[in-house]
Structures are given as C-alpha cells and as structure tokens.
C-alpha cells in the first residue's frame, strides 16, 4: 500500500480543466512532485516542488499544496494529456521516498 | 544532456537474483547527485526501490530492503541494482532515474527528472 491516496481514475471533457488529487500525512512537511506516464514509455517529470513546471512543460499544468493534499490541475487538457499521472513524496520519516498510487486520467 | 540506459537479464529463475545496470552518458556518476531505481508490475503502479548518492550512501524501500543492494561501478560510470530471492512478484519493469535538486528562492526541492527507458524482467523458470 501507499502512503500517499490518489483516485484510481479521473475524465476530462477535452478543452475542460481537470484537478487530479493526491493525499498523504508526509506532504504536510514536504512537498510533491507530480509524474505523466503514457502506455508503454517512462515517466516524465510535469511538476516539482509541488508548484514549479520543468522546462519544456506546458504551462496549461500546474500545482499547488495545502495541508496533506497536493493537486495537479491540467487547464484546457488535450487529447494527448490521457495519461497515467502519479505523485511523488518523501515518507514521514524524510528519509525514503514513496510513489502515490496513480491516476488514469481520461480525456473525453 | 545526461542519459541513463538500463541493461541486464529480461528473465530470472525464481528464488534467483535479478542484476541490472544503469549506464551513465552525458555526466558523471560521482556528480552531486542522488541514483534512483524504480520498478513497476505489469498494469500497476510505480514503486520505488532506492537509491544512491554519488559517495555511497544508500537508502531502500523498507518492502524490499532485506533483498535488495544498489552501488556504484565508477570504472564503468554505471549504477546497479541486485535483488536476491526473487519471485514472481518481482517481474516488472525496472527503471533507472537520475533525482535532481531544483533551487527555487532558495529552497531546495528534489524530482527524478531524468530516466532510462525501462527494461523488462519476468521471474519465471
């Protein structure tokens, strides 16, 4: 099991906004890193730092903490944001690290 | 633009030990840097093992920890990752994942931001 709750499955009218949730007692001293994997290839970093996008992401992603709950949220989403996406979090003790359990999002 | 490609068996015998590799280009592995592998089973989740930091120290999913070592080959700028004991739920893709520091205002945030292309291993005899 994971120490860090997210819903199994989300959908998306396309061009409609989107949030995929991610809870977990450790985010409250940490932060999240959010993960988009499409069927058959690696992860690719989308957020850090729970609301900083890499370089090269679009910016209809973004990420914002309060409490224990992280949340990516896709503005607009397109066909090809249907993916996999998965946070990503130290565990309580700060020492290790731990992957949520991952959202099958579904861009209708 | 550092790059990691993972090489190793695509299948080991149950009760075996699974031994990948993670090829560095592009960088160093004694680069200020933390060395990750990560797995994932067929149709679930990603799980992560471990990882390295560029002067030995290692940290390991406590799931796994009795079974699993990560270290370093700097002759052939590689890390690795041994599993003991496996069974058929150690049949995965394993991945290999560079965690980098970001400095935002100051503040230090770690993400894998770089990662091998995956190689898949099935237990199975």
């Known amino acids: 099991s994971s120490d860090l709750t997210q819903d199994p499955a989300v959908s998306v009218a396309l061009g409609q906004t989107v949030t995929i949730t991610c809870q977990g007692d450790?985010?409250?001293?940490?932060?999240a890193d959010w993960y988009q994997q499409k069927p058959g290839q690696a992860p690719v970093l989308v957020i850090y730092g729970s609301d900083n996008r890499p370089a090269g992401i679009p910016d209809r992603f973004s990420g914002s903490i309060s409490g224990d709950t992280a949340s990516l949220t896709i503005t607009e989403a397109q066909a090809e944001d249907e993916a996999d996406y998965y946070c990503?979090?130290?565990?309580?003790?700060?020492?290790?690290?731990?992957f949520g359990g991952g959202t099958q999002l579904t861009v209708l | 633009q550092l790059q990691l490609q993972e090489s190793g068996p695509g299948l080991v015998e149950p009760s075996g030990t699974l031994s990948l590799g993670c090829a560095v280009s592009g960088g160093s592995i004694s680069d200020s840097t933390w060395w990750t592998w990560v797995r994932q089973p067929p149709g679930k989740g990603l799980e992560w093992i471990g990882q390295?930091?560029?002067?030995?120290?290692?940290d390991y999913n406590p799931s796994l920890k009795s079974r699993v070592t990560i270290s370093l080959d700097r002759s052939k700028n590689q890390f690795s990752l041994s599993l003991t004991s496996v069974t058929a739920a150690d049949t995965a893709v394993y991945y290999c994942?560079?965690?980098?520091?970001?400095?935002?205002?100051?503040?230090?945030?770690?993400?894998?931001?770089?990662w091998g292309q995956g190689t898949p291993v099935t237990v199975s005899s």
């Open positions: 450790s985010l409250r001293p940490y932060y």
């Open positions: 994942a560079r965690l980098s520091a970001y400095n935002e205002a100051d503040q230090y945030f770690y993400a894998l931001d770089v």
């Open positions: 990503y979090s130290r565990d309580i003790s700060g020492d290790l690290w731990v």
């Open positions: 390295i930091w560029h002067s030995g120290r290692t």
